[in-house]
C-alpha cells in the first residue's frame, strides 16, 4: 500500500515533469537589431569584446529580400518578421494586397499574453509601427500613433513625441499610463505604461541624455512591468533603431555603441531567461545597412581609437568651428584621434567642407560629417558600398526554451512562425 502510493505519487511527479517540458516557451523576448548586418556585430566585437548574442547557443541565417525589391526596406522587414508575410517596400503589418496581418504582439494578446514594444526610434517608425499598426505607407505617422495609443499593448517605450502626443489622451483613456523621462519610468507600475523620451528618435547611445533611459534599462522596466502578476506569460519585442540610421551615414562609431547598447538590451533579455527557464530569447536584425566592410587595404584593420569616443561623429563635427580653429582641442576631447592623424589632403579636404557646411535636418555637420567618418573609416581600414541598405543575410541568434528552432539557413518570414509554432506546441 505505502509502496503503491509513493509510486503514484512519482507518476504524478513524473507526469507534470513531462507536461511542462513538453509545452513550450510562455515568455518570448525577441530583439531585432535595425541594419545590424554581420560586420557591424564582428566591428562591434573587435572594439568591444565580450557580447552576449555571441554567447547564445544556436545560431542561424535568415534572407531579407522584400515582396517587391531584391534589398528590402525597414517596413517590409518588419512587416516579415511580425507577420511572416512577404510584402512590399514601404507597407507595415499588410500584404501586397493591403490586407492587415495579424501581427505576433497581436497573436499573443489573443493568448492572453501581455504585450509590448519598445524602440529607440520614434515609436511610430517603421520597425515598431510593424508590430503595432497596419498602414499602406511607413510615413503615414499619424495613423500609426493613433492605432497604438487605441492598443491592448501593455508597453510601448520609444521617441516620437511629435507624433504620439496629440494621441495621449486617447490613450490615456485606453489605460495607459504616460511617461516621458527617466525617473518617470523608474517609477512606473501600471498595467499599460507608454513611455515616450523624445520628440522624434531617441539620441544615439554615445549622445544620450541622463533624461533618456538606455535600451537596457528599458528593456528591464517592460520586463518587470510585463511578468509581473502574470502567469499567462508574455511577448516583448525590443529593436536597436539606430543601429541603422549610423550605418546609412557610413559611420562606424554610432554603429559599434549603439550595437554594444544593443547587446546590453539582449543580456537584460538573457539574464531573465536564466531564472525562468520557459523564456525563449531570439536575437536577428532587419536587414543590413551600408554594406559595411571590414577591409579596404591590406589584411589588417584598426578599429581599435574607436573605443573611447565621447560622442557620434555628426555631434562632434558641429562642435568644431567652421574655420576648424578649435579642432584639435574637440577631437582631443571627444575622439582618441590627433589631428596629425589624418591624410593632409582629406583634412583640407574636411576644412572646406566644415567650412561650407550648414547643418541639415538629418545632420548637424552637414557634408563636413560625410568628410569626416570618410577619415575615420579609412584610418581604421574598413568601408562602405552603399548609403542604403543591401541584400545580404542577417544572423540569427537563440537562447532559452526552444531555441534550437533557430538554427541554420531560414528566411526572415519563418521567425515568426516558429515563434508561434513554439509556444503553441502542446
Ligand atoms: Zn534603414
Not at 199 to 216: C, F, G, I, Q, V
Not at 293 to 304: D, E, F, S, V
Request: glycine residues 8%.
Amino acid at each position: 500500500m505505502f509502496k503503491s502510493k509513493k509510486l503514484s505519487i512519482l507518476l504524478i511527479v513524473f507526469v507534470i515533469t513531462i507536461t511542462i517540458f513538453a509545452q513550450g516557451p510562455k515568455n518570448v523576448i525577441f530583439l531585432i537589431g535595425d541594419g545590424m548586418g554581420l560586420a557591424h556585430v564582428t566591428l562591434t566585437d573587435f572594439v568591444f569584446g565580450d557580447l552576449n548574442m555571441m554567447k547564445m547557443p544556436y545560431t542561424g541565417f535568415a534572407s531579407t529580400y522584400s515582396n517587391s525589391n531584391t534589398i528590402t526596406d525597414s517596413a517590409a522587414a518588419g512587416t516579415a518578421l511580425s507577420t511572416g508575410f512577404k510584402t512590399d517596400n514601404g507597407m507595415i503589418g499588410m500584404t501586397p494586397d493591403k490586407k492587415p496581418a495579424e501581427t505576433l504582439l497581436e497573436k499573443g494578446i489573443k493568448l492572453g499574453k501581455k504585450t509590448g514594444m519598445v524602440t529607440t526610434t520614434a515609436i511610430t517608425h517603421a520597425t515598431p509601427a510593424c508590430f503595432t499598426a497596419h498602414v499602406e505607407k511607413r510615413y503615414f505617422q499619424r495613423d500609426i500613433a493613433e492605432q497604438q495609443a487605441k492598443s491592448d499593448l501593455n508597453v510601448l517605450f520609444g521617441g516620437g513625441k511629435k507624433y504620439m502626443e496629440k494621441n495621449y489622451d486617447s490613450a490615456k483613456k485606453h489605460g495607459f499610463e504616460i511617461v516621458n523621462t527617466s525617473k518617470e519610468l523608474m517609477n512606473a507600475h501600471s498595467d499599460k505604461v507608454m513611455g515616450i523620451f523624445a520628440k522624434d528618435h531617441m539620441n544615439y547611445s554615445l549622445d544620450r541624455t541622463s533624461d533618456e533611459p538606455s535600451l537596457a534599462l528599458m528593456t528591464r522596466k517592460a520586463i518587470e512591468l510585463l511578468s509581473k502578476d502574470n502567469d499567462k506569460g508574455f511577448f516583448l519585442v525590443v529593436e536597436g533603431g539606430r543601429i541603422d540610421h549610423a550605418a546609412h551615414s557610413n559611420d562606424p562609431i554610432g554603429v559599434i555603441y549603439d550595437t554594444k547598447a544593443f547587446d546590453k538590451a539582449v543580456g537584460e533579455a538573457m539574464s531573465y531567461a536564466n531564472l525562468n527557464k520557459d523564456t525563449l530569447v531570439v536575437v536577428t536584425a532587419d536587414h543590413e545597412t551600408g554594406g559595411l566592410g571590414l577591409g579596404r587595404k591590406g589584411y589588417n584593420i584598426y578599429p581599435a581609437k574607436f573605443k573611447g569616443f565621447k560622442a557620434i561623429p555628426d555631434t562632434i563635427v558641429s562642435k568644431i568651428k567652421n574655420d576648424c580653429s578649435n579642432m584639435e582641442q574637440i577631437l582631443e576631447e571627444y575622439t582618441t584621434y590627433k589631428m596629425s592623424d589624418f591624410d593632409k589632403k582629406e583634412l583640407a579636404a574636411f576644412k572646406k567642407a566644415r567650412l561650407a557646411a550648414k547643418p541639415s535636418a538629418y545632420s548637424q555637420g552637414g557634408y563636413a560629417t560625410v568628410k569626416f567618418v570618410d577619415m575615420i573609416n579609412d584610418l581604421a581600414g574598413i568601408d562602405w558600398t552603399t548609403g542604403d541598405h543591401s541584400a545580404c543575410m542577417v544572423p540569427v541568434m537563440s537562447y532559452g526554451m526552444n531555441a534550437e528552432d533557430f538554427e541554420g539557413f531560414m528566411d526572415n518570414t519563418q521567425i515568426p512562425v516558429k515563434i508561434m509554432n513554439a509556444v503553441t506546441e502542446e
